[in-house]
């Protein structure tokens, strides 16, 4: 498949006008007065957060604050109090007075994109970032790709650690793996459209955003880039791929390390969620052509659909094969040998696809060892097939979607609420009032929902 891949995508060059440059800014008020002199403010910044750490959210700021006024960016914090249980707030009045803050009681990431877009009615346009990516100097609003059937635009990623780097081994690894997942999707931006995109961050047209996350998304954060794009595969919209902007984000430094590690990450949440989501393939393969019109549009699509239900199915099969032929040697012999082939396609992309792009290009000892990354990703997919199982069989309570909560009028749909209409803070602001007003501690007088 990634042979194929490297055969059809093409990595546009970057012009020089594009190129990240080091700023010449001296700080973040200059940076600010920059965006103020852009004079395109079609487009909000919209950044979900939940229980953020402020040193990280600090960095994504002054990465914003070159590209969007402080008015422009939505900071939509949110968890299952009916308000902020601490004094976030305040943090972001620091940072700066006209950013907008706002508090969402759903407990959702996309709950959160919604009601950031809706408070952004002023705006035709979101980017929405999760609250560790940082935005690259070279960035632009990608409006110039949205068209009536083109709705949203994806990014490639580079992963760092907390201090901005790749250093070898867990970091580079994820990084090679989202620079192959970006080929792919450069691929299928010239024949049929991105399927996904990165959860990380992505660029929407606002009232497709709103309409998707209404009608069609789960507001399950299992898997939800999984979830976007089939949602927008169901309204029949497509998703273009922009190469000339690298969003870079945060990624888990150890294994098993404290904290979010790699391993809860992709068994708890990536390889669950993908296998979790194998009949939402199989009916985007055989019951819809998802708004293609074109052979080569159609067939790319149901190949790709195709790939990712026969990927579930070998990791099942892995089990088995593991069960009977662990113990022998000629096994392990021929697997590593298949292993040592991972490497083949990182180094055809990074010396042949990517020579004139060192933005995108992965690191040479990275590539090297990869391989070894390749193993480790088999057995937590293994794992995330199992959990899959258990926690769905388990009695898992699939969170309620927007619609349903609507219907039933639910309290936590705030924007039914006449007040949202002029001040999308409104409870942020009651908090603040009964936190300091009643002096006692806003958590303890929440209402949990």
Not at 15 to 21: L, M, R
Not at 60 to 68: I, Q
Not at 309 to 329: E, F, K, Q, Y
Not at 419 to 431: I, K, T, V, Y
């Amino acid at each position: 498949m990634i042979s194929i891949i490297l055969l059809v995508a093409r990595v546009p060059p970057q012009k020089s006008e594009d190129a990240p440059t080091p700023t010449t800014l001296p700080d973040i008020e200059a940076n600010i007065y920059c965006s103020e002199k852009t004079t395109d403010h079609r487009t909000a910044l919209v950044i979900p957060c939940h229980n953020s750490d402020r040193t990280a959210m600090t960095k994504v700021l002054e990465s914003a604050y070159p590209h969007f006024r402080p008015q422009d960016i939505f900071i939509v914090d949110n968890g299952r109090t009916k308000y902020p249980p601490d004094d976030f707030r305040q943090f972001f009045r620091e940072q700066h007075p006209e950013i907008v803050y706002m508090w969402s009681p759903i407990g959702s990431k996309n709950a959160a994109q919604l009601v950031g877009a809706l408070a952004a009615k002023q705006y035709s346009f979101i980017m929405t970032v999760d609250d560790d990516v940082s935005i690259p100097l070279n960035f632009r609003p990608p409006i110039d790709k949205i068209d009536h059937l083109t709705r949203g635009v994806a990014f490639p990623l580079r992963a760092m650690n907390s201090n901005g780097q790749t250093p070898l081994f867990m970091v580079a690894w994820q990084d090679c793996e989202y620079k192959m997942s970006g080929l792919s999707k450069l691929a299928e931006s010239s024949l049929c459209g991105i399927l996904y995109p990165h959860g990380a961050g992505w660029f929407c047209e606002r009232e497709t955003l709103i309409d998707l996350i209404s009608n069609y998304h789960s507001l399950d954060f299992i898997a939800e880039d999984v979830n976007t794009g089939l949602s927008m595969q169901k309204m029949k919209k497509r998703i273009a791929f922009d190469a000339r902007i690298v969003l870079e984000t945060e990624v888990p430094t150890t294994i098993f390390g404290p904290g979010l590690n790699w391993w809860h990450q992709r068994k708890n949440s990536w390889e669950m969620g993908r296998h979790g989501r194998l009949l939402g393939f199989a009916g985007r393969l055989f019951l819809s052509l998802n708004g293609q019109n074109t052979i080569h549009g159609i067939f790319t699509q149901k190949a790709i659909h195709l790939y990712a239900i026969a990927s579930i199915v070998v990791d099942w099969i892995r089990i088995p094969v593991l069960v009977t032929m662990g113990s022998n040697l000629d096994y392990w012999r021929q697997a590593l040998l298949l292993m040592l082939v991972s490497m083949l396609p990182l180094m055809a992309f990074k010396y042949l696809s990517a020579r004139k792009r060192p933005d995108l290009q992965p690191k040479f000892w990275a590539c090297l060892t990869y391989p070894f990354y390749k193993q480790l990703y088999a057995a937590v997919s293994i794992m995330g097939a199992i959990r899959s199982i258990t926690w769905y069989i388990g009695g898992h309570k699939k969170a309620l979607s927007v619609r349903q909560m609507m219907k039933t009028k639910d309290e936590r749909v705030i924007w039914l609420d006449p007040r949202f209409n002029s001040n999308p803070a409104f409870l942020a602001d009651e908090g603040e009032v009964l936190k300091h007003g009643c002096g006692s501690n806003v958590s303890s007088n929440g209402t949990y929902l």
